[in-house]
C-alpha cells in the first residue's frame, strides 16, 4: 500500500456559515434539512485541479479599462497572498474575483438595480497565485447596492473571490468588505459566520504602502485555507 | 499560532458573467481515453423549483482511477490529456451537463477500492458555503454494493440520490442523469468534509 498523504483539518467551530440561517432569506428553501453526512477524507478530497501552467487562460489583474477606455469610480488595488492554516503559501492556484461597478451594478442581465452600467467595466478578474502565495488587482471601489432581503436592506461595499488551494477540500468561495463600512453592521451574510474573529477577517485593511502616489488606494487581505490535519492517525 | 481559515459567504447570485466558461463543460475537450459519457441534470429547491443560479463544479480521477494531481502517489496518470475538472452553470430551468469519462476505482486509505464516482462541489445563492455530494454510477451495481462511502448512508432512499440513472443515449453518448435537490422530498445525501 502507498503512504498517503495526510487529510486536511476540520473547520474548527464558528469559522464557517451554517446552511440554514433564516436572516439571509434565500437560504430557507434551499438549505438541506438533514446534517451533510461526515465523510472522511480519501484521495477524493485531498487532491484537486491544478492550474501552474495557466490552462485556465491568461491572468486578467487590471481590470479597469475595457479597449483602452477607462472606467468610472475609485482605483483601487487590491491585494494579498493565499496561505494556509499554518503560514504556508499557496502557490499556482486560480483566484477568480467579480463585484458590482462604482454605481452598485453588476455586468449580469439578473441586475434589476436602477443605476447605471458601465460599459468599461465588466468586474471580472482572475489570477494565478505566484512561488510566495500573492496576487493582486487593479480594479475600482464597488458600489453598495439594495437587495430584496428586507425592506430597504443594502449589501456593504463588497469583492467576490473563488478559490482552489490545493485540494477539491480546499474550495472556497467568499466576499472581500471594505474597513468601516457602516453597513456591515447589519449585513445577514457577513453576519452568518458565527465567531467574531473570523467574521473580522474578511474585512480588508487600508495599507498605505500598497496605494500609489496619485493613482491608487490599497488595500491588503490575505485569504486562509484549511491546512493538514497534524493529529496523529492512531488518534484521529 | 495556526491562522483562523477565510469563512466561506455565499457566491450570490450574479457570478455567472465571471465564472462561466462553457468549454469547462466538456472534460474531454483536450481528447480522452476510455469511452465519453455524458451526465445531465438539474437543481431544484425546498419547493421543488429549478435553481437557475447554482455554479456545478466537478472533480475526478481518470479511466485508470488515477488523479491528476502530485498527492495521487502512485504512478502517473496514463491519460495526461484529462484534468478531471469541470465546471457548469445551471440555467434557467436550472439544468446542467458534463460530457466526461467514468473514472476508474480509486484506492481508499484502507486500501479499498471505492466505486468510480465523481465529487460535485454545488454553489448557490442561499447556500453561505458549497454543498458537497458524489456522483455513482447505476450500472456499476458490485462496485457500488461494496463502496464504503455508500455502505456508510443507513437510509437507503438517501444512498440512492448519489446514484447516477443510466438513461437513453444523448447525442450518440452513453448518458446518466443526475439531479440535486437541494432540501425536502428526494433531497440529495451532501457530505461534510
Not at chain 1, 7 to 16: D, F, I, K, L, V
Not at chain 1, 178 to 201: K, N, Q, W
Amino acid at each position: 500500500m502507498i503512504a498517503r498523504p495526510a487529510p486536511y483539518a476540520r473547520h474548527r467551530e464558528g469559522t464557517q456559515p451554517p446552511y440554514d440561517y433564516p436572516a439571509y432569506t434565500s437560504t430557507i428553501k434551499r438549505h438541506p434539512l438533514r446534517e451533510p453526512i461526515p465523510l472522511a477524507h480519501t484521495l477524493s478530497e485531498i487532491t484537486g485541479p491544478t492550474f501552474e501552467d495557466l490552462w485556465c487562460g491568461p491572468n486578467a489583474t487590471d481590470i479597469t479599462r475595457v479597449n483602452g477606455r477607462e472606467a468610472m469610480g475609485q482605483r483601487i488595488i487590491v491585494s494579498g497572498r493565499v496561505l494556509d492554516e499554518d503560514g504556508r503559501p499557496v502557490r499556482g492556484t486560480l483566484v477568480e474575483l467579480w463585484q458590482a461597478n462604482a454605481a452598485g451594478r453588476y455586468h449580469h442581465d439578473g441586475d434589476q438595480h436602477d443605476a447605471p452600467l458601465d460599459p468599461n467595466f465588466t468586474g471580472a478578474g482572475q489570477v494565478v497565485t505566484d512561488e510566495e502565495g500573492r496576487w493582486r488587482f487593479l480594479t475600482i471601489r464597488p458600489g453598495a447596492y439594495p437587495w430584496r432581503n428586507t425592506y430597504n436592506a443594502w449589501r456593504p461595499a463588497h469583492i467576490h473571490f473563488s478559490v482552489f488551494g490545493p485540494s477539491f477540500a480546499t474550495r472556497l468561495i467568499t466576499q472581500m468588505y471594505f474597513p468601516g463600512d457602516p453597513l456591515l453592521e447589519t449585513d445577514p451574510v457577513f453576519h452568518s459566520i458565527p465567531d467574531a474573529e473570523a467574521r473580522g477577517r474578511l474585512v480588508s485593511r487600508y495599507d498605505a504602502n500598497l496605494s500609489e502616489a496619485e493613482y491608487a488606494l490599497g488595500y491588503s487581505w490575505d485569504i486562509v485555507l484549511r491546512g493538514r490535519d497534524e493529529t496523529p492517525a492512531e488518534s484521529r | 499560532m495556526k491562522r483562523i481559515p477565510t469563512g466561506s459567504q455565499t457566491i450570490g447570485p450574479f457570478f455567472r458573467e465571471a465564472l462561466k466558461r462553457p468549454a469547462w463543460s466538456d472534460l474531454t475537450r483536450d481528447g480522452a481515453r476510455g469511452e465519453i459519457v455524458r451526465i445531465d441534470g438539474a437543481v431544484f429547491d425546498g419547493d421543488g423549483n429549478p435553481v437557475p443560479d447554482a455554479l456545478i463544479e466537478i472533480w475526478q480521477a481518470g479511466p485508470d482511477g488515477r488523479y491528476a494531481h502530485p498527492d495521487d502517489l502512485g504512478p502517473v496518470p496514463s491519460d495526461r490529456l484529462f484534468r478531471g475538472f469541470g465546471r457548469a452553470c445551471t440555467d434557467l430551468e436550472g439544468r446542467f451537463w458534463f460530457r466526461t469519462v467514468v473514472p476508474g476505482a480509486v484506492e481508499g486509505p484502507d486500501g479499498v477500492r471505492h466505486a468510480p464516482h465523481v465529487n460535485v462541489n454545488v454553489f448557490a445563492r442561499g447556500l453561505l458555503r458549497q454543498l458537497v455530494t458524489r456522483i455513482y454510477f447505476s450500472d456499476r451495481a458490485e462496485q457500488n454494493a461494496r463502496d464504503p462511502v455508500l455502505a456508510s448512508i443507513a437510509d437507503e432512499a438517501a444512498r440512492k440520490t448519489l446514484i447516477a440513472e443510466k438513461i437513453a443515449p444523448q447525442g450518440g453518448f452513453v448518458s446518466y442523469r443526475f439531479d440535486i435537490v437541494l432540501q425536502g422530498a428526494g433531497e440529495t445525501a451532501f457530505f461534510a468534509i
